[in-house]
């Protein structure tokens, strides 16, 4: 089983983009949801939570630029990306809080042009 990220793509800096990850009922329905990101030979980190009831939690980082939120009807969850920085250049995954290995997907790459 695996939750597939969506959205990504080439920005300049400044700019926005909106990531959607949707997955299965089972998954979606039981657990806090989570965004993370991994930097060519860096580990992966958190980027931001949310709880099934909608409580938030961001990464110093990214505070005040992104915004996590979940569809409970569409099981999916979105992260909104404001304010793109060269430093937020990664691969973006979607994952439960804390996660689960065999829920990896491939990503989807975000890449910020100065």
């Known amino acids: 089983v695996q939750l597939q990220a969506s959205g990504g793509g080439l920005v300049q800096a400044g700019g926005s983009l909106r990531l959607s990850c949707v997955a299965s009922?089972?998954?979606?329905?039981?657990?806090?949801m989570a965004w993370y990101r991994q930097a060519p030979g860096k580990q992966r980190e958190l980027v931001a939570r949310?709880?099934?009831?909608?409580?938030?939690n961001y990464a110093d980082s990214v505070k005040g630029r992104f915004t996590i939120s979940r569809d409970n009807a569409k099981n999916t969850v979105y992260l909104q990306m404001n304010s793109l920085e060269p430093e937020d250049t990664c691969v973006y995954y979607c994952?439960?809080?804390?996660?689960?290995?065999?829920?990896w997907g491939q990503g989807t790459l975000v890449t910020v042009s100065s």
């Open positions: 994952n439960t809080f804390p996660f689960i290995s065999r829920y």
């Open positions: 009922t089972s998954i979606f329905r039981l657990n806090v």
């Open positions: 949310i709880t099934t009831s909608g409580s938030t």
